[in-house]
């Protein structure tokens, strides 16, 4: 049972290139989540899926994408990087979402720098 | 939105003495406030929640209290160890299902 699991753990981008980011859970979670964490800023929502099929925005998703493949998979993506999202992205799963209850599991991050 | 303040942004006690962390909130309809801990370099994880039909909660050196009118929650960890050394944040949801954290505090345990 590994959990959440993210891809790659470091990624150096130039400024206008493109990558996707790879989540992936195993504890049958319907809800997962994407949040970026700058220093001082603590953790931002970016993306959310509250089921498979289903997407919203959260409080930043300006400049990302993302993809709820499956219920175990849901991918970043940034279609054209920029130095303001050089930050550490966070991958998280929790069974639902709901305002009553929602432990969420995170992933090891990805450390992205944008240059 | 929810706003959710935290302070202080950092802390320094002596091992064996108590940490206090205080959260404000702004949607008075958020019932459910979570606290996670980062240690350095790793992912967060929960070490703690209270719902909003209790005003306090424990477990073992650490907890939680809430004051529902007040808009605010505090984490206390007494008798701290090294090993709680690390940044500690609350959260709390808005109307959306959306989690807004606090900017996180920073405690350091000295020996």
């Known amino acids: 049972n590994a959990g959440v699991t993210q891809t790659p753990k470091f990624q150096v981008l130039k400024t206008g290139q493109s990558m996707t980011l790879q989540c992936a859970q195993d504890?049958?979670?319907?809800?997962m989540y994407w949040y970026r964490q700058d220093p001082g800023m603590g953790l931002r929502l970016i993306y959310y899926s509250a089921s498979e099929g289903t997407t919203d925005k959260g409080e930043v998703p300006n400049g990302y994408n993302v993809s709820r493949l499956n219920k175990r998979e849901f991918s970043l993506r940034l279609e054209s990087a920029a130095p303001s999202q050089t930050s550490v992205y966070f991958c998280?799963?929790?069974?639902?979402?709901?305002?009553?209850?929602?432990?969420?599991?995170f992933g090891p991050g990805t450390r992205l720098t944008v240059l | 939105g929810e706003n959710v303040e935290q302070h202080p942004s950092t802390l320094s006690v002596q091992e064996g003495d108590s940490a206090v962390i205080k959260c404000t909130y702004s949607d008075s309809a958020s019932n459910y406030f979570p606290w996670y801990k980062q240690e350095l370099g790793k992912r967060p994880q929960l070490i703690i929640d209270i719902r909003s039909n209790v005003g306090e909660k424990k477990d073992q050196r650490i907890a939680v209290t809430l004051n529902k009118t007040a808009k605010h929650f505090s984490l206390h960890i007494t008798e701290t160890q090294p090993e709680d050394s690390a940044v500690y944040f609350c959260a709390a949801p808005n109307t959306g299902n959306q989690f807004y954290f606090g900017t996180g505090t920073s405690l350091t345990v000295i020996p």
């Open positions: 504890m049958n979670h319907n809800s």
């Open positions: 998280a799963s929790s069974e639902e979402v709901s305002r009553f209850y929602n432990e969420q599991f």
